[in-house]
C-alpha cells in the first residue's frame, strides 16, 4: 500500500468510526483475531497435525521409519517456525527497586488500582526524555505477558511530581481494564504485528506465502488500528485528568511538546557548537542534558512553537493527536491562541526527580555519560574537521582578496563559511556588503532576512519579502520564518497573513502542475524563444533519428508561474506506403526522443497526427517553430 493509499485509508476510517463506533470496534476486533490466529494458528495446525500422524502411525510401523516419514512435515514446520520468529527483546533500563524510589512506587500502585490496570513487574529507568508503558509476552506469540514501566530520568528533571503523575496515569490508561477488555488484546496484537515487520526487514527470505499475506495485512490492519489507537490516546489522557487534574494533565502535554522541540532546536545545536574548539566531547554530556531539562523553555521560544503545535495537525507516522486536539478533548475548548499560553505558565519550584528519586544510583549517571559520550563521539569530531577546515577556507579567501575584488559569489562563499565559523549573526554585515554590490540578490536578502529576524531584527522581513517578490519559491520558508517571528511577539493576527499566503502558495503549484500536465489543441502557443546556438545542438540530436520527418518547437502559454517555461516538441513520422497508421510505432519514436535527447527544459512531446493534427498548422504560424525537417 502507497502512503498515499493509507492516508486515504485512515481518514476514511476516521469517518467511519465517529459515525458507527460499535461496528468500528467490532471490525478492530475481528481483524486483530484474524491477525493473531495467522500468526499462531498453522503452528498449532502442524503441532496438531503431526501428533495426529505419530498416533495413528506408531502403532503400525518402527521407529526408524516413522522419523522417514515425519521429515517432510517437520522440515515444513521449522520453515514455517522460522519465518514467523517474533523475538520480544527485554526492555533496556535501570531496574528501580521499591527502596530506592519508595514514593515513585506508591505513586504507581495507586494509579494502577485507580485505573484497574494490570500488575506493573519491572519499573525501568531510562536515559530517555519520555515514557511508556510495554507488555512483553513471554512466550512469542503464545503470551503470558510481563508489564514494564519505563520513565526517562530527563523527563524527571524537567516535570514537577504532579506532571509527572500525569504521565504516567496517561500510560497506565493505555493498559486499563476499565474500558474495554478487548483493549489491551488489540494494543498488544498491533504491537506483535509490528514487531514481525521489524523482523521481516530484518529477515527478508522469509516464507513466501507469509511474506504476501504479511504485505496484505500489515498496512490494512494498521490503518484500522491506527484510528483505534488514536482514540485510545484520547482515553488515556482522560485517565490523566482524573487522576492528576486537568491543570497537570495540559501542562504535562505543552511541556512534553515544547521541551521536545527546544532539545532538537537549542540543546543540541548549542551544545555541539562546543566542537568548535574541542576535538572531543565534553565528559559529562548526559548531566548537561539534565541540568538543561530544569531550566524553563523561553517565553519568546514557548510562544513561537506553541502557536506553531496549535496549528499543527496530527502524523500519520505518529497516533499521538496534535497538541490542540489533546488540549481541547481534556476540557480546554478555546486554547487556539498563544495567548493562551499563559494560562498554564507556572514556575515549577519542585522537580520530579528531587520527590520520586532523592537517591540516584551512584555509577548510573556516570555510565550514561560514557553512554552518551560515546554515541555522539563520530559526529563531534566530523563537526570540529568541518569546523577547522571551514577556518582554513575562510584565512585562505581573506588573503585572496587582498590582492583581487572577490566576485559576488565568491562572497556569498565566503559569507557561508563566517556562518560557520563565527555564528550566524556574524554573516549580518557580510551580506549587507553583498547588497550593495548587488541590490537584487535573491540569496542575499533571504539569508540575511532571516539572520536578521532570528536575532530580533524586524528590518529582516523586508528582506525575506524582497527574496520573495524576486523568487516565489521561497515563500513557503520565508512565511514560515516570518510567522515564527511574529508569533514569538504575540502578532498572531500579522502572523495568520502569512499562513495564509503559504497555503495560497501550495495551491498555485498544485494548479501550475495542473495546467503543464497535458497538451491541449485548445491551448495557447508562442515561439519557443530558444538560443540558436541551444537550437543547433537540438536538431543535430534530433538528425539522428531517420523515422523522424519533422519537428516543431513551441511554448506553451501558462497562467502560472509564466516564467518558469514550458515547451511543446511537435512531431511527424515519416511513412512507409504499406503501413497505415500505426500508433504503436508512433509511442516507440516518442520514448526514445523522451528517454534520449537533451531538451533545454520540461519539454511535452506530441505526434502532430489524430487530436493533435490541428495544431500543425497553429505550429506552423509560429515563427521560427520548425527546427528540423529531414532532407
Ligand atoms: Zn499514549
Known amino acids: 500500500m502507497e502512503e498515499k493509499e493509507f492516508v486515504s485509508l485512515v481518514e476514511r476510517l476516521e469517518v467511519y468510526a465517529e459515525k458507527h463506533p460499535a461496528a468500528y470496534k467490532l471490525r478492530v476486533a475481528a481483524l486483530a483475531a484474524i491477525g493473531y490466529l495467522a500468526l499462531v494458528g498453522p503452528v498449532l495446525a502442524i503441532v496438531i497435525v503431526t501428533c495426529i500422524c505419530l498416533y495413528l502411525v506408531a502403532a503400525v510401523v518402527e521407529f526408524n521409519i516413522l522419523l522417514g516419514i515425519l521429515v517432510v512435515p517437520m522440515i515444513i514446520a521449522g520453515l514455517v517456525l522460522r519465518s514467523m520468529w517474533v523475538k520480544f527483546p527485554k526492555p533496556e533500563g535501570y531496574r528501580l527497586r521499591r527502596v530506592e524510589a519508595p514514593k515513585l512506587f506508591e505513586v504507581l500502585n495507586r494509579i494502577r488500582i485507580a485505573t484497574k490496570g494490570p500488575e506493573l513487574h519491572h519499573v525501568l529507568l531510562t536515559p530517555e526524555y519520555n515514557a511508556s508503558i510495554y507488555q512483553r509476552p513471554r512466550l512469542g506469540l503464545f503470551g503470558w505477558y510481563e508489564n514494564y514501566l519505563q520513565i526517562g530520568l530527563p523527563l524527571l528533571n524537567a516535570l514537577s511530581p504532579d506532571e509527572v503523575r500525569a504521565v504516567v496515569a496517561h500510560e497506565f490508561g493505555h493498559l486499563s481494564r476499565k474500558h474495554s477488555a478487548s483493549s489491551g488484546s488489540i494494543y498488544r496484537v498491533r504491537q506483535t504485528w509490528i514487531q514481525v515487520l521489524v523482523n521481516m526487514q530484518k529477515h527478508p527470505n522469509g516464507f513466501g506465502f507469509y ?77 548537561a542534558l539534565l541540568d538543561w531539562m530544569r531550566e524553563p523553555v523561553t517565553p519568546e521560544s514557548s510562544q513561537k512553537w506553541f502557536a506553531q503545535a496549535l496549528t499543527h495537525k496530527h502524523h500519520f507516522t505518529d497516533s499521538h493527536p496534535a497538541l490542540g486536539d489533546r488540549l481541547e478533548a481534556i476540557g480546554y475548548k478555546d486554547v487556539r491562541l498563544i495567548s493562551d499560553l499563559d494560562l498554564f505558565s507556572k514556575e515549577t519550584t519542585q522537580f520530579g526527580v528531587d520527590y520520586f528519586l532523592p537517591r540516584l544510583p551512584a555509577d548510573l549517571i556516570a555510565s550514561w555519560n560514557a553512554d552518551s559520550r560515546e554515541n555522539i563521539y563520530e559526529r563531534w569530531e566530523e563537526a570540529h574537521k568541518i569546523f577547522k577546515e571551514s577556518k582554513r577556507s575562510l584565512a585562505a579567501m581573506d588573503v585572496k582578496a587582498k590582492s583581487v575584488k572577490l566576485t559576488v559569489d565568491e562572497r556569498l562563499e565566503r559569507a557561508k563559511l563566517v556562518s560557520k565559523v563565527h555564528g550566524k549573526p556574524a554573516v549580518i554585515p557580510e551580506l549587507q556588503e553583498i547588497l550593495a554590490l548587488e541590490p537584487d540578490h535573491v540569496t542575499a536578502h533571504f539569508v540575511l532576512g532571516k539572520a536578521l529576524i532570528e536575532q530580533g531584527d524586524e528590518t529582516g522581513i523586508k528582506h525575506l519579502e524582497r527574496a520573495m517578490e524576486k523568487d516565489p519559491h521561497a515563500v513557503p520558508l520565508g512565511c514560515e520564518a516570518i510567522f515564527q517571528y511574529l508569533a514569538g511577539k504575540r502578532r498572531t493576527v500579522e502572523g495568520e497573513k502569512y499562513r495564509v499566503r503559504i497555503r495560497m502558495y501550495e495551491q498555485k503549484v498544485e494548479r501550475a502542475r495542473e495546467e503543464r500536465k497535458t497538451i491541449r489543441e485548445t491551448d495557447r502557443f508562442k515561439a519557443h524563444g530558444i538560443a540558436p546556438e541551444i537550437v543547433r545542438t537540438l536538431r543535430a540530436q534530433l538528425a539522428r533519428y531517420s523515422d523522424l520527418a519533422s519537428a516543431q518547437l513551441v511554448q506553451k502559454v501558462v497562467k502560472h508561474f509564466p516564467e518558469e517555461q514550458t515547451w511543446v516538441l511537435g512531431i511527424i513520422r515519416k511513412r512507409t506506403w504499406y503501413e497505415s497508421t500505426d500508433q504503436n510505432l508512433d509511442q516507440v519514436l516518442i520514448n526514445r526522443l523522451v528517454n534520449e535527447v537533451s531538451f533545454p527544459g520540461p519539454t511535452h512531446i506530441i505526434l502532430l497526427e489524430h487530436k493533435y493534427k490541428s495544431l500543425r498548422d497553429v505550429f506552423g504560424e509560429i515563427g521560427g517553430s520548425e527546427i528540423y525537417r529531414s532532407a
Open 211 to 287: 511474506r504476501n499475506l504479511f504485505n496484505w495485512y500489515a498496512p490494512y490492519f494498521s490503518a484500522y488500528s491506527f484510528v483505534w489507537s488514536r482514540a485510545k490516546e484520547f482515553e488515556a489522557d482522560r485517565f490523566a485528568v482524573v487522576l492528576a487534574g486537568k491543570q497537570n494533565a495540559a501542562r504535562a502535554l505543552i511541556k512534553l511538546d515544547l521541551k521536545h522541540r527546544a532539545m532538537d532546536e537549542e540543546f543540541f545545536p548549542n551544545f555541539t557548537r562546543g566542537a568548535e574548539n574541542q576535538p572531543e566531547p565534553p565528559q559529562e554530556v548526559f548531566t
